[in-house]
């Protein structure tokens, strides 16, 4: 191994590769490695400006014992920069501490005669770079297991576990899956992977491993806290912050599937408004264009929607419009945009990538010629005519089949950059909408690190109507939350399966609701079942002829039903003082409005270990029912003293209680003090 120092940076060549750790950031870390003479140089997450960085760099020997006992002088160096530092020994092994205490290490088991640690005989190596076709590499980065440890983070993924140790999950994004590669470590360290390849990670037992399958680079970002509190703050630095929620959209917001004209969203707000219930945001859902690509109203069935959205503005409601990245062959625009190369590519085969209701092929935005010739088709049909915000839906992208190595995108090949896609899709409207001096609140089904400083409100994609779905977005949100993206929430009731007149799917709903008046965005959405509602047109085109679901309104789910929600719909109200606190947060610092219970209480054992409850900012701990006719629940309070919000009973920390948790509401307590 030949060590050098580079400005402030480490240099550490072997066998072809150059290795680089620099500082980045508070008592943070970046690592790169290449096979190629030189580095790319993306930035990908890490986009924020930093500080003049200064780091201590030291060079040396030691002395190792070899095989045959006899003692030789091997090369080792080290970098510090604050409160964490590393050690590279001479066969390129990293080893970080945290104040001088080992928190990670690269796992090596190779045999080379000279390795200062147990020699092994597996050839297995700490960064395995292998041929790709078309030049670049697969990558897996392996590292030794921590015994105990506990990992959050990573983004949403739909399953039970909160703590992904000993889960594999897969690095791409998929309708409901999101995948943040940041991830949050008991042990007081948090890591970035900083690659938007498709690939792996597997948080085993016996070791950790990271994989991209086609990339140049290694990038990884590394930093040290004593707290995820702090771990937080030090990653969205670097990262990025959310923007400032603005706090005329705190409230309630409506859409189902679908408005199919502006008269049905019309009537929809003026009878909220007559029955007294503040709108904040109606959402007009997909279909209400021609067809995919055309990016604007079907004026068959929207004939005047800047008068639509006059009315709705003057009854104080927002207005957001779903948009798609999927242009159909028979769109106004897609001879275009194909002959300009503003459209993703197949490797082999036809042109398609998404087949739903035509034959289309989805943007390229990482193209910036994509994004600009999209949002003035988006600027001219649909902002100018008073639209508030966008409705970014299918940005994974959903894709007919999720063969990435069939897709080319501007950047390269999707194999090497496709997690990104999200990211460079809400840019294409986020940057221009504030060159405009709006302030962008754009609801995305998926993002990437760094996707929390475009405005993103992420949700939790098209879910069931279950309850083992219910409690699979609880540890969604808090998880996405310690990604660094605190913009997020759930369709109230799931996406799909759900009868309205089912009283099992009625009581769900109203406990997914109740849950949502904590979750940072309140949104009634879904496809209610049963499919009897004839379509509008017979074209097979259009804003008519495609199907809708039942009303999925407050008042849709019985009189008892909308009592209990326009009861909790006025507690979200009485939030907003404290909503705009947390929101404010959560743009000062990175913290996320759903937090852990080891967020607040990481010195509480017990709190590592809760994975049902939650704590809403710093003062409301919150508790849904997430069982089929439970009428109470256990909650666990950490020391201090809490009050019942409903009943003003007021108990010491330090215990479980039972709660009672009528159908009106849920356990939710607040901190004293």
Known sequence: MNFAKENQALICRRQGETLRIEPWGKDALRVRATMHPEFTNHAWALTEPLEEQKAEITIGEIACKTNDDSIRMVPVAGIRNGRISAAVNHGGVITFFRDGVQILREDFRNYDGSITRESHCLKRVNREWKAYPGGDYQLKVRFEPNDGEKIFGMGQYQQP???????????????????????VSSMGYGMLWNNPAVGRVAFGKNGTEWEASCTKDMDYWITVSDAPKGLLENYTAVSGRCPMMPSEVMGFWQCKLRYRTQEEVLNVARKYSDLGIQLDVIIIDFFHWTVQGDWKFDEKYWPDPK?????????????????????????????????????????????QTYDYQGDCV?????????????????????????????????????????????????????????????????????????????????????????????????????????????????????????????????DIGGFMEGNVNDPDFRELLVRWYEWAVFQPVMRLHGDREPFTIPPLDTRDWGGGYLHTGQDNEMWSYGKENFEIMKRNYELRKSLKPYLEKIFAEAHQNGSPLMRTMFYEFPEDPVCWEATDQYMFGPDYLVAPVLTSGARSREVYLPAGQWKDIRSGEIFPGGQAVTADAPLESIPVFMKIG
Not at 161 to 183: H, I, R
Not at 344 to 351: F, I, N, V
Not at 368 to 385: G, I, N, Q
Not at 398 to 403: E, F, K, R, T
Request: glycine share 8%.
């Open 161 to 183: 576990y909160m703590d992904m140790k000993g889960c594999v999950l897969e690095l791409a994004q998929k309708n409901s899956q999101t995948s943040v590669p940041f991830m």
């Open 307 to 351: 008068a639509m959205v006059e009315e709705l503005h003057r009854m104080g409601i927002k207005v957001i419009v779903s948009v798609w990245p999927s242009v159909d062959r028979r769109s106004e625009n897609f001879a275009e945009m194909a002959e300009r190369g503003l459209l993703m590519r197949t490797e082999r085969g036809a042109m």
């Open 362 to 490: 989805c943007i390229d935005p990482t193209n910036p010629e994509t994004r600009a010739y999209v949002w003035e088709k988006c600027k001219s049909h649909y902002y100018d005519l008073g639209i508030d915000y966008f409705w970014l839906d299918n940005s994974e992208p959903d894709l007919g089949s999720y063969d990435f190595d069939n897709y080319r995108y501007y950047l390269g090949p999707a194999m090497s950059c496709s997690c990104i896609y999200p990211q460079y899709y809400s840019r294409a409207y986020d940057e221009p909408m504030r060159k405009l001096g709006a302030q962008p609140v754009n609801l995305l089904r998926s993002g990437w690190a760094g996707s929390q400083k475009y405005g993103n409100v992420l949700w939790s994609g098209d879910v069931p109507s279950s309850w083992e779905s219910m409690r699979d977005q609880i540890q969604a949100g808090l998880n996405i939350g310690l990604a660094g993206i605190p913009w997020w929430n759930t």
